[in-house]
């Protein structure tokens, strides 16, 4: 079945440094990916999409790029700030299959000022 | 636009109490609706999804029970809570395969 490996948490970096959290999958169909955000003592959100290969979503200074060949979504950010700190989740999605999100484990991430 | 709403956010009961969380969704039709658990500091775990009215599949056998009495209704309960039922229930909805989830606020279950 479809799956999503994300890398192990968590991630402490200081303020303006550069973040990669890795995202791996395994679908059987064409899905589409995502990046979730999930904030101290919130829901989560949308954080940004790809929806087919060499696509790069992009959203808050985020991107993540659609690897069709490594099967990986990798999220980077150039320079993080303290308001980044939450817990992020790959996520993919494949139409026709089974009707779900499947989520990665999720990575949480603390910026130090 | 659409928006779900879910209610309440907070929620304390007592072991053995019955349980009914709500998840409505409005400016779409036939969505499918899902529901989350995330108990703390864990990742999230599906617990059963509905693709129409009175269509529901569980994934987890467990205390739980779901309900979709209408086309944009998702109702979550339980006959008895346990102390493992405590946690952070989020509902959601999709509007196809290329947008993703619409996640509700969560309600936040703590069973005592």
């Known amino acids: 079945g479809d799956s999503v490996t994300q890398m192990e948490g968590p991630v402490t970096l200081s303020e303006e440094a550069f973040l990669t959290i890795n995202c791996t999958y395994t679908a059987t169909g064409y899905p589409s990916l995502f990046w979730y955000v999930q904030y101290p003592g919130e829901g989560l959100q949308l954080l940004l999409k790809?929806?087919?290969?060499?696509d790069k979503g992009s959203n808050k200074g985020f991107e993540a790029t659609y690897r069709k060949e490594t099967t990986s979504f990798h999220l980077e950010k150039g320079s993080v700030q303290v308001s980044d700190s939450a817990v992020y989740f790959c996520a993919l999605y494949t139409q026709g299959g089974s009707e779900k999100l499947v989520f990665g484990k999720g990575t949480k991430l603390t910026v130090n000022p | 636009s659409q928006t779900i709403h879910q209610w309440p956010a907070t929620l304390v009961q007592p072991v053995g109490s019955p349980l009914s969380l709500e998840c409505t969704v409005e400016g779409t039709s036939n969505p499918n609706l899902y529901w989350y658990r995330q108990a703390a500091g864990r990742g999230l775990q599906l617990l059963f999804y509905?693709?129409?009215?009175?269509?529901i599949s569980s994934e987890v056998p467990q205390n739980l029970s779901a309900s979709r009495p209408q086309d944009r209704q998702f109702i979550l309960s339980s006959k008895k809570l346990l102390l493992s039922d405590s946690g952070f229930y989020l509902c959601?909805?999709?509007?196809?395969?290329?947008?993703?989830?619409?996640f509700g606020s969560g309600t936040r279950l703590t069973v005592v």
């Open positions: 509905s693709v129409g009215i009175g269509q």
């Open positions: 959601a909805w999709i509007q196809g395969a290329g947008y993703g989830y619409t």
């Open positions: 790809a929806t087919k290969a060499d």
